[in-house]
């Protein structure tokens, strides 16, 4: 089967790794294509056939005839796209090329048009569907590494981390604002649009001797990281995944975290803050952050492990593509 995955984004994060390992596995016995931006080409093209176009509205025709043009030189089976500006772009295309096509949703939307024009969707959580009205499957995000192979002789310390997008969607503004009486330092792994933001808000509030903001490292780097500290935070608006979560529990470290994306099917409800909610989180953080030692989640661990694992999702995903595409 040749597979098209379409992203239009400007930076590589979590949707970008998802797509990435995504199209590796599926390239086993696929031909898998990417269609994306010139700024994230350098991270799939060592890997992939990369057809590079320059990050357009949704509304260029130029550039959206230019994208028509190279879909029918690649003449695929499958035409997958990931979040709603592919989706939209591809909806203005359907009728004019004749291939399958499925979209993922990897988070929250208030404008479901452009999936609930899709034949079929993908949404990587249950608390992200609300408003889909097509079909779809519900495939978590996975870990995607084997934790018994990260190095053993890494020694734990005594802070906490967070990390993700500097971006309001991931809360790290409720974070910093809950981590007052908090007594262990914070490490929070990022970049983004309210860096400088977060930083005036450390000062402000008097912890710059209790949080601070490191710059973003490499997949490798951000899992030794996870073993070093003694427990993630989560503190998102609203998430799809988070996938962060999955692989810090799969390497053993405990996680803290709103409720939103997929962890209330890992957690219980009332071991999961409120999402956007400034007093629950910090009542939360207040009551569990400093005791995380009395805090027993192996139970998770393993089924994290056992549940969570890109293969199974992929199989999911390429029978959902022989679905659509019979």
Avoid at 119 to 140: C, E, H, R
Avoid at 249 to 265: E, R
Wanted: proline share 2%.
């Amino acid at each position: 089967m040749k597979i098209v995955h379409f992203i239009s984004s400007v930076t590589y994060g979590g949707i970008e790794q998802h797509v990435h390992e995504l199209s590796l596995d599926q390239q086993v016995n696929n031909e898998v294509i990417i269609i994306c931006t010139h700024t994230i080409k350098p991270f799939f093209e060592k890997d992939f056939n990369v057809y590079a176009l320059k990050n357009f509205s949704r509304n260029n025709i130029f550039y959206i005839l230019k994208l028509l043009l190279v879909l029918r030189k690649i003449n695929a089976d499958i035409v997958h796209t990931h979040g709603s500006k592919t989706t939209s772009i591809f909806i203005k295309l359907r009728q004019f090329i004749n291939v399958s096509h499925v979209a993922t949703l990897h988070n929250i939307k208030k404008n479901m048009a452009p999936y609930n024009k899709s034949k079929y969707v993908i949404a990587v959580s249950n608390q992200i569907t609300k408003g889909l009205d097509t079909k779809y499957s519900v495939i978590s995000n996975w870990i995607n590494f084997n934790h018994e192979n990260i190095s053993e002789s890494i020694k734990q310390e005594d802070h906490a981390i967070a990390v993700g997008r500097l971006e309001k969607a991931k809360g790290f503004d409720l974070l910093i604002k809950s981590w007052i009486n908090v007594k262990r330092d914070l490490y929070i792994y990022g970049d983004g649009s309210q860096i400088q933001y977060l930083r005036e808000l450390i000062k402000k509030l008097n912890l710059d001797d209790k949080i601070f903001i490191k710059d973003p490292l490499t997949h490798k780097e951000i899992l030794k990281e996870y073993i070093k500290a003694k427990v993630l935070i989560i503190s998102s608006r609203n998430e799809g995944g988070p996938r962060v979560a999955l692989e810090a529990l799969a390497l053993g470290t405990p996680v803290l975290s709103t409720n939103v994306g997929h962890m209330n099917s890992i957690f219980p409800k009332e071991f999961l803050a409120e999402p956007d909610n400034e007093d629950s989180l910090r009542s939360f953080l207040e009551q569990y952050v400093d005791s995380i030692d009395d805090i027993n989640q192996q139970s998770i661990y393993k089924y994290v492990r056992e549940e969570f694992n890109l293969q199974s999702q992929s199989k999911k995903i390429m029978s959902i593509y022989n679905e659509i595409n019979g």
